[in-house]
């Protein structure tokens, strides 16, 4: 079992495009989470998605979109970057009903 | 609203010296305490909870509602115990499915 994981591992983008990161969570689990970490901060939840709807969200501005799809995975959309943006995007999973959150290594995005 | 205070950047120690790592929070009601460690070039993981009330790698923590704290204490540091080191905490209003970090501690344990 490879674990949570992510692509692309760096991902460089300019102020106003749009960026989409992905997410395969861990066999056998059915929640996915997004976080983003900005530099020198711990993670900061972004949002979560269960049986492909958005099930709780944090204090993030609509630009920040996401996916689940049947199989799972998941899918961060940010539009209209800004250099703000500029984190390392971490993607965690567990199961249902299981407290323990995976963390995948993440995305760094970087906004010039 | 939740919070989570790592009042120390870095903490520096010498191998075999005691070592606590301070976490406060703030919450209105009932949360659950986690410790999260990241080591060199791997990812985040958990490396305890409060409610589990155990020892992983000789580290405990103790949740004192009094103070609202959540320290992580060594006896005896090792040298493979520096990481940075998250303190985090998840509540009632997420049905305890998200998590809220501190900004995080890096331990340093020099031979």
């Known amino acids: 079992d490879a674990g949570v994981t992510q692509s692309p591992t760096h991902l460089i983008k300019t102020r106003g495009q749009q960026v989409t990161l992905r997410c395969s969570p861990k066999?056998?689990?059915?929640?996915v989470s997004w976080y983003q970490q900005a530099l020198g901060q711990g993670p900061q939840f972004i949002f979560q998605y269960y049986e492909e709807e958005e099930r709780q969200r944090g204090n993030f501005p609509d630009r920040f979109s996401g996916h689940q799809f049947p199989n799972y995975s998941s899918e961060l959309n940010v539009n209209a970057l800004l250099l703000g943006d500029s984190a390392l995007y971490l993607c965690?999973?567990?199961?249902?009903?299981?407290?323990?959150?995976?963390f995948g290594s993440g995305t760094q995005l970087s906004v010039l | 609203a939740q919070r989570v205070t790592q009042p120390e950047k870095l903490l520096s120690v010498f191998k075999g010296a005691p070592v606590e790592l301070k976490c406060n929070y703030s919450?209105?009601?009932?949360?659950?305490l986690f410790w999260y460690v990241q080591y060199s070039r791997q990812r985040l993981q958990l490396l305890l909870r409060?409610?589990s009330r155990e020892s992983i790698k000789g580290f405990t923590a103790d949740l004192n509602k009094g103070e609202t704290s959540f320290h992580l204490k060594k006896p005896f540091a090792q040298e493979e115990d520096s990481a940075m080191y998250y303190c985090a905490l998840s509540g009632r209003d997420s049905g305890y499915s998200t998590l809220t970090f501190g900004k995080g501690t890096m331990l340093l344990v020099s031979p």
């Open positions: 965690a999973s567990r199961g249902n009903r299981q407290e323990k959150l995976f």
């Open positions: 919450y209105s009601g009932s949360p659950e």
């Open positions: 066999s056998g689990h059915d929640t």
């Open positions: 409060h409610i």
